[in-house]
């Protein structure tokens, strides 16, 4: 065993309400003392922690990062050690849970002791991914795990290996308890060279698969719950395990381990397989997981997406359109095709092209198709609330019927009227700030104007860490969207010197603006994206220049800025004189009214009656995109009134998918968690910096001095969660 420095060990007791008592205190006094014995302490950091739940166990080893993982619960027969219920019963840990929790450790973990009852069903799983592991065969007294412990880590101190620890930890518990070790304790390790040792009845290997190096790493993200997404998904993975390394979300853990999980497998993984239905392509985790695999793509040029069309043949809606459209297809329509898919995924992931071109899906599944879903309605029929319904997710059509007109929404479009003028959109997440921007958008093009539409989540982090690619990139996509020829480099050839802001507003000025007849509105989204970039000043800096030389250049004129932000502007640029958000026309969009509900809630067809939506503003505060998708939830028939309020906060609820999405992209940024249970708790949050993302993540908001949830759901989620 090598010797480091110091070691982490970590003592966690799970000790839930009815079952026995144990003695924490003695056990971590003990062990201390076998590392004092052998002056050896020092060496040493002993940490010791109650973990009520499974989520405590899987929160507590990520933050302390041990060497050493000790367990000591009481075991519930052959469904192992046991954690506490949200009912405060004891509840087993399965091996699957620990299995999956441990297989992200396998870098950081030597060791785990599972000191407890019939624990050695889940010592087998965990020895997929730990080198040792020691679990107990069958019932083990409180003495009797106590000797064995103690004997076990006078060895470590003394800086033997593993091996020899567990044989002295069995000889300490035969002599001080009475009990044959060949009965009890368990020692699991992975294949290696043993010198100078007799391995004993109790010592196992584990190799084979676990040991093996597949040929390549797959994740399959897919819509969970849904048919056929579920089948498939769980055939794809039956189909392609038994020659590569396959992740899939069905043994994955809830909460902060959960997440884990799926970061750690789309960061190592060389193909993302995406199935795409009418339900998954609405579904924010699905798109979380399309949108992490492409910048991760564009970091370290892996993973490659292979998407699959689950009997769905609508074009994709922005922004999974933009990063999917040009990527090659496989297709699936029934069950008949599942052996071809896999087929063609085996060959894809082998290196040959999926069966469908790009210029097949322009023309078969990116443009629009002619014919009508529906039959078109008699002069005396009208269609049905079924045939009416919309999708709560993403932009709203131009045409839908349920789309919310606010008084920003007048003050917008009348704007967008003049000529040369500067609209900054303000609002947290699904708010429909981009819904506003299209139909700003709209407008203009009906005024003869060119509108170009800009979403600056597509900058990667390497364009935003580099001014010098950024503003290349920017232009050049300018000179795309505009239909114009690329001249970027001979700008930057000539003018670069000058630095990139000036470089860029001269290929602006007098390349873009010069070579069109018409007015153009430069429509931004997600400009928030440029938060951490070193040199967001100099470029919001640049926009405000823009529109002050409208008064002096009147070439200017012929260009409109709307800016859309979740983020509080004076983030993005502190000098108030250099910002391009505290000009022109300023709209912050907020919450819909209890009117607005009502509203939104006849052109259902009254789903909620008045007391109902009462009570739903009550748990989603107006929220814009969860009133919708409430109303679409039950206006379709698909939940009942009465089970939506029961299940509203539950993990495979209605909001399921929205609430682990929010989960994802707080869960590795502590100072959120901090802040959020800071503002369940004490309904305040000190440090603004994290006020304001989490304000931009529409999670929180201010209620005159005091900081609350953005809504009574999220905080029933959140505090389940993160533990609050």
């Not at 269609?383 to 019927?401: C, V, W």
């Not at 502190?574 to 505290?582: A, H, T």
């Amino acid at each position: 065993m090598s010797s480091y420095p110091q070691k982490t060990i970590l003592i966690l007791a799970a000790n839930p309400k009815k079952t026995a008592q144990l003695r924490l205190d003695e056990e971590v006094r003990e062990i201390e003392e076998g590392l004092r014995r052998s002056e050896k302490l020092s060496s040493f950091i002993i940490k010791s922690r109650w973990a009520k739940r499974t989520k405590d166990i899987q929160r507590t080893i990520f933050e302390e990062k041990p060497q050493i993982v000790h367990f000591s619960s009481h075991g519930a027969g052959e469904n192992g050690i046991v954690c506490e219920s949200v009912l405060w019963l004891a509840k087993p840990v399965g091996e699957n849970a620990l299995s999956e929790m441990f297989s992200l450790l396998a870098e950081q973990v030597e060791c785990v002791l599972l000191n407890a009852c019939h624990s050695q069903k889940q010592a087998y799983a965990i020895a997929e991914h730990i080198d040792t592991v020691i679990g107990m065969s069958q019932e083990v007294g409180e003495r009797a795990a106590l000797k064995f412990a103690i004997g076990f880590y006078d060895a470590v101190g003394k800086e033997q290996n593993y091996s020899f620890a567990y044989e002295q930890g069995c000889a300490a518990m035969a002599m001080g308890a009475k009990i044959e070790k060949s009965l009890t304790p368990v020692l699991l390790q992975k294949a290696r060279p043993i010198t100078n040792l007799e391995i004993s009845p109790n010592v196992a290997t584990v190799s084979d698969e676990t040991t093996e190096t597949k040929s390549a790493r797959i994740f399959i993200s897919y819509k969970r719950d849904v048919i056929p997404d579920q089948n498939i998904a769980l055939e794809l993975y039956q189909a392609l395990e038994q020659e590569y390394d396959v992740a899939i979300d069905r043994k994955m853990l809830v909460g902060t381990g959960w997440q884990e999980w799926i970061e750690t497998q789309l960061k190592k993984s060389d193909f993302l397989i995406v199935l795409l239905s009418e339900t998954s392509v609405k579904s924010e985790m699905v798109m979380r997981e399309v949108e992490k695999a492409n910048k991760l793509a564009h970091q370290q040029n892996k993973p490659q997406i292979l998407p699959v069309r689950l009997a769905y043949e609508q074009p994709l809606q922005y922004p999974l359109s933009e990063y999917l459209d040009p990527i090659n297809w496989a297709v699936w329509q029934d069950d008949n095709d599942t052996s071809n898919l896999i087929a063609e995924l085996q060959k894809a992931i082998a290196g040959e092209e999926l069966p469908i071109s790009p210029e097949e899906i322009k023309k078969k599944l990116i443009e629009p198709i002619q014919t009508e879903k529906f039959p078109a309605p008699t002069p005396m029929a009208q269609p049905t609330m079924a045939q009416t319904l919309e999708f709560p997710e993403g932009t709203i059509d131009l045409e839908s019927n349920f789309y919310v007109t606010r008084e920003e929404d007048a003050v917008a479009l009348a704007t967008i009227q003049q000529q040369g003028v500067t609209i900054t959109i303000k609002g947290p997440r699904q708010m429909g700030k981009s819904s506003l921007l299209i139909r700003i958008m709209n407008a203009a093009r009906e005024l003869n104007k060119k509108a170009i539409f800009l979403d600056f989540q597509f900058f990667d982090k390497t364009a935003l860490s580099d001014a010098d690619l950024f503003y290349r990139q920017f232009c050049r996509w300018l000179s795309i969207k505009l239909r114009l020829p690329d001249q970027t480099e001979q700008w930057w050839q000539d003018f670069g010197l000058m630095g990139n802001p000036l470089t860029c507003t001269f290929y602006v000025q007098d390349y873009l603006l010069t070579k069109l007849n018409n007015p153009i509105v430069m429509a931004m989204d997600e400009v928030e994206s440029m938060f951490g970039s070193p040199f967001r000043t100099d470029f919001f800096g640049m926009l405000r220049g823009w529109h002050n030389s409208r008064a002096t250049e009147p070439i200017w004129k012929q260009l409109d800025l709307a800016l859309v932000t979740s983020t509080e502007p004076y983030q993005l640029i502190e000098d108030l004189n250099q910002s391009p958000f505290n000009v022109g026309q300023v709209l912050e969009l907020k919450d819909f009214s209890l009117e607005q509900m009502d509203d939104l809630n006849q052109r259902h067809d009254n789903p909620f009656s008045q007391v109902q939506l009462a009570q739903l503003m009550d748990l989603l505060h107006g929220h814009p995109y969860l009133v919708r998708k409430a109303m679409h939830l039950v206006a379709s028939k698909r939940i009942s009134v009465e089970d939506f309020f029961k299940r509203s906060s539950d993990e495979q609820g209605p909001f399921g998918d929205h609430l682990r999405y929010h989960l994802s992209r707080v869960y590795d940024h502590d100072n959120l968690i901090n802040g959020l249970l800071q503002v369940f708790n004490t309904e305040n949050c000190c440090d603004e910096r994290v006020f304001f993302r989490l304000r931009g993540a529409g999670l929180i908001r201010r209620e005159g001095r005091k900081v609350v949830p953005r809504c009574e759901l999220y905080r029933l989620y959140f505090q389940e969660h993160l533990g609050g």
